[in-house]
């Protein structure tokens, strides 16, 4: 199930202050909207992945404002996007992930408990 971010749990002011970069400079805005778009995705769709009830997790999630939604979700989504800006895909020093892994290390520990235990 893919979830669209239509409500910002994360602000692009936010996510500069996270960068370091300055508030008053819009050089990179764009690019960062988009990064914080993928990273709202990335992060909803991570968690979903292994919610048993999806009907109710929808409605959970599909209610989050950016006052209400769990503290680890707004900073998954902020560790998303600095993943995003720091590993663009041009340079040579970007970490492996497990294949086909959309969502960073630092996003998966924080994010671990909202998912549904796994089945041994």
């Known amino acids: 199930m893919s979830w669209s971010p239509l409500q910002e749990l994360v602000t692009l002011a936010q996510v500069k202050q996270r960068l370091k970069l300055p508030l008053d400079s819009d050089t990179e ?3 960062l909207q988009l990064q914080l778009e993928i990273a709202h995705e990335v992060v909803m769709d991570f ?3 292994r919610i048993s009830d999806q009907a109710t997790w929808q409605t959970t999630a599909d209610a989050w ?3 209400t939604a769990p503290r680890r979700v707004k900073g998954a989504i902020l560790a998303q996007v600095a ?6 895909g041009d340079d040579t020093e970007t970490p492996a992930r497990e294949p086909g892994a959309a969502i960073c290390p630092e996003s998966a520990a924080l994010l671990m408990r909202l998912r549904d235990p796994a089945l041994s």
């Open 47 to 49: 968690v979903a992945q």
């Open 29 to 31: 805005d764009d690019d």
């Open 83 to 88: 993943w995003l800006y720091r590993f663009r």
């Open 65 to 67: 404002t950016a006052d």
